[in-house]
């Protein structure tokens, strides 16, 4: 198996103000690009244009596409790689909260999110995503989560269809500790790559996020982390040779329990 450079971009999203947001996502990505070379796939956090704005109506983009989708798909083409990240996208009388993977010739595959934080009633406002997804880079293959999937581990259970796990976030520094001890879990259960994208800032309706952007390897041990409360560009070399010989010294998911989960 071959290797992935990956950046994942932490910083703080401005409420509801798509052009200051675009604005500053391509500084950022810019400049990490040109002094540091290309990557594979660029990860951006949840809502990473407005914010997570559940209650505004007027925050959705169009099924077929929109300002966002354009955006991302401008961007995977002047850099050359996946770009990925979530948007809300109207869906009947809700709207979906949507992981885009917009690759460098304009194509758009999609993950919705699956688990809705019944806390903030986001199923009030949210559809919930039903199916399960894999995407593929030069043969490595990637599970997209957002946010609170994270909490769920039957649903990312590695059926040893994965090799990267992804999760892009917008979660609160009041529960930051939960997100550093799932990140890490995730990785060591399903023995994979682990990346967590998270904004930082408080958003429009007073919530702090403090970031905790990384990247782990499988065993749960941190390759790269973003200085917390700051933006950054975070950048790994994911080396897939190592994860295959790791997991013949220490074949435990030969292990695991045999189960159907219904969508």
Known sequence: MSTLNIAAVQYDIKWLDKPANFTAL??????????????????????????FCLQDVSVSEAQDGGAD????QAQAKQHRCVVAGTVFVRQGDKKANRFYWVSPDGSVA???????????????????????????IKGIRILPQVCYDLRFPVWSRNRQDYDLMVNVANWPAARRHVWDIL?????????????GVNRVGEDGLGVAHSGGSCVLDYVGEPL?????????????????SALEQFKRDFPAFLDADEFDLEQ
């Open 26 to 51: 391509e500084a950022l990505v810019n400049d990490h690009l040109s002094t540091h070379g290309a990557v594979d796939l660029l990860l951006l956090p949840e809502t990473f244009s407005t914010g």
């Open 110 to 136: 999609y993950y919705d999110k699956r688990h809705l934080f019944r806390l903030g009633n986001e199923g009030d406002y949210v559809v919930q995503g039903r199916m399960r997804k894999v995407f593929e």
């Open 183 to 195: 990140l890490k879990a995730r990785a060591m259960e399903n023995q994979v790559y682990v990346v």
């Open 69 to 72: 989708l354009s955006w991302m």
């Open 224 to 240: 790269v982390s973003a200085e917390d409360d700051s933006q950054a560009v975070i950048r790994s070399e994911l080396d897939f």
